[in-house]
């Protein structure tokens, strides 16, 4: 083995459920790259909140026990399996598919989901792409047919996915109206692209879109929230509007009678569903966003490994999402 070692620390859940089942072991068999395979000696790893469904057991996916969660990695090469032409020991990469997990010391990823890392991201900004990343550019583009001109709503943009959408479209020509539910989110965000942000805990914030859009109304909406929002998201749209549910964790009454004159449409959104041919548009987008500049992901709240219970607390009972929370492993 190239690392010299036959074990390593990870994280691993043998039963579903609470934030407690998340177990640090220090003598978890190191993976082995099979053919088209790498080692990544992760960095770091971003978190979540789909990793905190699946360890609950509630989610429609449910690994295998025991399983080592987490899909956003960026690190360093330490082996490749046979036939890997593109990566060799020692590059700077990111994927957004992990085969082993990623939250351990050392992670398996398949070639065609990893990708090189800039040296114009860190390795926090590089385990921060995957999930967020992709899912916004799918949900806008692939989706949404967001357009340039159009005015866009990210109804949840403090954190992850939201940041990502505020770049990607603000970089893509939109108009970027934003929320977020804290002073420091909203200037978060207000540094990620959005032209305007409103504070979604405030009653009266509803009617300062409205008041800020006038008779155009929104265009599209990327909802975070979609079991608290999809009824007042109707509202702000323009003729020919589109919410696309990118987040939801419970039910919500909507009178469809809302989408009847405008011809407004509600479409869900699952970067699990996205085409090979979609992931690499996206990849492609993402590349191209790092090279210019304007992609880089703001990172929240950092973590140890050791402390991924506590992480996957934080992130469903949030005080207010600063951007992408990570953990930190090497
Ligand atoms: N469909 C897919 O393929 C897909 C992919 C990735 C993520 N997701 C889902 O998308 C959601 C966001 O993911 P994330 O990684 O960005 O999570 P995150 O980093 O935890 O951010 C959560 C966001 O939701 C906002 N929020 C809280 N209360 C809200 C409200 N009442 N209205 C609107 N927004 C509100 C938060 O704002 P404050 O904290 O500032 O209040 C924050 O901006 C999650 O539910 C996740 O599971 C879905």
Same mark, same amino acid.
């Given at each position: 083995?190239?690392?010299?070692?036959?074990?390593?620390?990870?994280?691993?859940? @043998?039963? @579903?459920?609470?934030?407690?089942?998340?177990?640090?072991?220090?003598?978890?068999?190191?993976?082995?790259?099979?053919?088209?395979? $790498?080692?990544? &000696?992760?960095?770091?790893?971003?978190?979540?909140?789909?990793? =905190?469904y699946i360890r609950n057991g509630t989610y429609p996916r449910k690994p295998a026990l025991p399983y080592t969660p987490g899909s956003d990695v960026a690190g360093v090469i330490e082996a490749v399996g046979d036939h890997v032409t593109t990566f060799k020991t020692g590059d700077r990469v990111f994927t957004f598919h992990t085969i082993s997990g990623g939250y351990a010391e050392y992670t398996i990823a398949s070639v065609d989901t990893v990708f090189p890392l800039s040296d114009k991201l860190d390795f926090k900004q590089g385990a921060a792409i995957g999930i967020p990343y992709f899912t916004a550019f799918h949900s806008l583009f692939q989706k949404g047919? %967001?357009?340039?001109?159009?005015?866009?709503?990210?109804?949840? %943009?403090?954190? !992850?996915?939201?940041?990502?959408?505020?770049?990607?479209?603000?970089?893509?020509?939109?108009? $970027?109206?934003? =929320?977020?539910?804290?002073?420091?989110?909203?200037?978060?965000?207000?540094?990620?692209?959005?032209?305007?942000? @409103?504070?979604?805990?405030?009653? +009266?914030?509803?009617?300062?879109?409205?008041?800020?859009?006038?008779?155009?109304?929104?265009?599209?909406?990327?909802?975070?929230?979609?079991?608290?929002?999809?009824?007042?998201?109707?509202?702000?749209?323009?003729?020919?509007?589109?919410?696309?549910?990118?987040?939801?964790?419970?039910?919500?009454?909507?009178?469809?009678?809302?989408?009847?004159?405008?011809?407004?449409?509600?479409?869900?959104?699952?970067?699990?569903?996205?085409?090979?041919?979609?992931?690499?548009?996206?990849?492609?987008?993402?590349?191209?966003?790092?090279? %210019?500049?304007?992609?880089?992901?703001?990172?929240?709240?950092?973590?140890?490994?050791?402390?991924?219970?506590?992480?996957?607390? +934080?992130?469903?009972?949030?005080?207010?999402?600063? !951007? &992408?929370?990570?953990?930190?492993?090497?």
């Amino acid at each position: 083995m190239a690392t010299g070692r036959a074990v390593m620390k990870a994280v691993r859940v @043998f039963e @579903f459920g609470g934030p407690e089942v998340l177990k640090l072991q220090s003598d978890v068999s190191l993976p082995v790259p099979k053919a088209k395979q $790498v080692l990544i &000696k992760v960095h770091a790893c971003g978190i979540n909140p789909v990793e =905190t469904y699946i360890r609950n057991g509630t989610y429609p996916r449910k690994p295998a026990l025991p399983y080592t969660p987490g899909s956003d990695v960026a690190g360093v090469i330490e082996a490749v399996g046979d036939h890997v032409t593109t990566f060799k020991t020692g590059d700077r990469v990111f994927t957004f598919h992990t085969i082993s997990g990623g939250y351990a010391e050392y992670t398996i990823a398949s070639v065609d989901t990893v990708f090189p890392l800039s040296d114009k991201l860190d390795f926090k900004q590089g385990a921060a792409i995957g999930i967020p990343y992709f899912t916004a550019f799918h949900s806008l583009f692939q989706k949404g047919d %967001a357009k340039a001109g159009e005015t866009l709503l990210v109804h949840g %943009a403090s954190g !992850g996915v939201g940041i990502a959408v505020c770049q990607i479209a603000r970089a893509y020509g939109l108009k $970027v109206l934003g =929320t977020a539910g804290t002073e420091e989110g909203i200037n978060l965000v207000l540094k990620n692209g959005a032209h305007k942000v @409103f504070n979604h805990r405030k009653k +009266d914030y509803l009617v300062q879109i409205k008041e800020t859009t006038g008779d155009q109304g929104i265009n599209i909406i990327i909802e975070m929230l979609a079991n608290v929002n999809l009824a007042s998201d109707l509202l702000l749209l323009t003729q020919g509007g589109r919410v696309m549910v990118v987040g939801s964790r419970g039910p919500i009454e909507i009178d469809p009678r809302e989408t009847m004159a405008k011809e407004s449409s509600i479409r869900g959104v699952s970067l699990n569903a996205a085409s090979q041919e979609e992931l690499g548009e996206c990849a492609a987008s993402i590349l191209a966003g790092i090279e %210019a500049g304007w992609l880089k992901p703001a990172i929240g709240p950092e973590y140890p490994l050791k402390k991924a219970t506590e992480a996957h607390r +934080d992130i469903i009972h949030s005080q207010g999402a600063l !951007g &992408k929370m990570v953990l930190v492993i090497h």
